[in-house]
């Protein structure tokens, strides 16, 4: 990895600023796509465009798809149509043309596919665009070495070879037969350990791991992991091989689906990032804000209602903190924990009432030692004359425990349900909740026993 110290970067700036192109081209003869993104982060726009017509158009190509998503929409802005189809997207495997592509709005879609000159290509990228992005079908590409099952393994090397040519790496070769459904995947080291074997369907691998094109991304990580896959093919309804998915494509779409996820939970409504303007992050972060101060005001309320209550015992106010902060820490983790079993694959919708009786489980266990300890801090601290207030503080955590652990379950399963996001649940959501409910059934169970007590 390149480090760019300021040194460094002012000695690109000066050699940019002499439009010094044959210094300019020595710097970048060395670094890799990934490297030469980076340097381009720490450039301004003008400089940018300046570096990237010294690059040949497949290193040019490479280093579009490792800029950041602003930073690519910016430089396409500045770019021709014409341009951008024949240095860019005829020089990329047809899902990242696609991933390129979706970025920019209709009209100019439209422009860049009318100037590229390969026609099959422009097909398949219109075929691509056709699917939902979130599936396997708007993550696949069609650059793939397939052969017939029936044919002899000499006929199979020379179909081969000249498939291989456009293609920049091979994972598998897959075998279809006469329809074009698949069938099996031929190992490289078959081609050597088998070299006069009359068909392929003699020693193809059956039965491969595959995706249909509607499988949602997600799952697709999810058989990629299991089965430990460097690639995987994709097949229509009717099985008929139609692309294949790389591991670094899913990958980056972990990636980006993690991003999300954490933002989701922090409280932002959108993705946004350390270089967005000060409107972009204030309109990101603002509504969970102004939730949360209507949750706020939610809490003051039901205070206003049971005022009579804590001007008997003020000593009640103490703990408001201590059960607002339980419910929220606990129903965070119990969301935490299904989210991440939804998102690996290991919490299946048909168990959620398994898994919310094993929530309440955990949560009586938790509320009983929770409750039990500040019962005892209780009784050393406030001692006699506080008994209401030292069983109120102790029944109410056991109660809010209980519900966070129930309702921390239940909401991401529900929204699971719903196909919305369950990562909403981790975040002010699960916590603003808990506060209000928690609020409640303390004041509810404190006012009940200091009845109970003057009576």
Request: charged share 25%; glycine share 6%; hydrophobic share 40%.
């Amino acid at each position: 990895m390149k480090e760019y110290t300021p040194e460094y970067l002012e000695h690109i700036r000066q050699i940019i600023a002499e439009r010094n192109e044959e210094a300019a081209r020595t710097e970048l003869a060395d670094l890799h796509p990934a490297d030469i993104a980076e340097l381009y982060q720490q450039l301004d726009l003008e400089e940018e465009e300046f570096l990237y017509k010294l690059l040949d158009d497949e290193i040019a190509a490479d280093v579009l798809m490792e800029l950041d998503e602003d930073d690519r929409r910016k430089l396409l802005k500045e770019m021709p149509a014409e341009e951008i189809a024949r240095q860019f997207i005829e020089n990329l495997d047809t899902d990242d043309a696609v991933d390129i592509i979706q970025e920019l709005d209709e009209e100019d879609r439209d422009k860049i596919l009318s100037h590229i000159d390969d026609v099959e290509q422009a097909g398949d990228i219109i075929d691509l665009l056709k699917y939902d992005e979130d599936t396997a079908g708007g993550l696949m590409g069609t650059e793939m070495i397939v052969v017939n099952e029936n044919w002899s393994m000499p006929e199979c090397i020379k179909q081969m070879r000249m498939q291989a040519e456009d293609m920049d790496a091979i994972y598998n070769v897959y075998v279809v037969d006469n329809d074009y459904r698949l069938r099996g995947i031929l190992p490289l080291k078959t081609l050597i350990t088998h070299p006069s074997v009359s068909k392929i369907r003699h020693v193809m691998e059956e039965n491969p791991a595959s995706v249909k094109t509607d499988t949602p991304i997600d799952d697709v990580a999810i058989d990629f992991e299991k089965y430990d896959l460097v690639a995987m093919p994709v097949v229509d309804s009717i099985g008929r091989l139609v692309g294949r998915i790389t591991v670094d494509d899913v990958m980056d779409q972990v990636r980006e689906s993690t991003e999300r996820d954490y933002q989701l939970a922090s409280g932002l409504s959108s993705d946004v990032e350390t270089s967005d303007t000060i409107f972009t992050q204030t309109k990101a972060r603002l509504p969970w804000l102004l939730i949360g101060m209507l949750g706020g005001i939610g809490n003051s309320l039901i205070l206003g209602n049971f005022e009579e209550g804590l001007s008997v015992d003020p000593t009640l106010a103490l703990f408001i903190p201590l059960i607002g902060g339980t419910g929220g820490n606990v129903g965070t983790q119990s969301s935490a924990i299904v989210v991440q079993g939804l998102a690996n694959g290991s919490l299946d919708l048909r168990r959620s009432g398994r898994q919310l009786l094993k929530e309440l489980g955990v949560g009586l266990i938790n509320g009983l030692i929770i409750s039990l300890l500040v019962l005892t801090y209780n009784v050393m601290k406030l001692g006699p004359g506080h008994y209401s207030t030292t069983m109120a503080v102790s029944l109410s955590l056991m109660s809010v425990v209980i519900f966070a652990s129930v309702f921390g379950t239940f909401v991401p399963l529900t929204l699971e349900k719903f196909k919305i996001d369950p990562a909403l649940a981790t975040g002010p959501f699960i916590s603003i909740t808990n506060d209000i409910i928690g609020m409640l059934i303390y004041m509810v169970i404190s006012s009940a026993l200091i009845i109970h007590f003057a009576g």
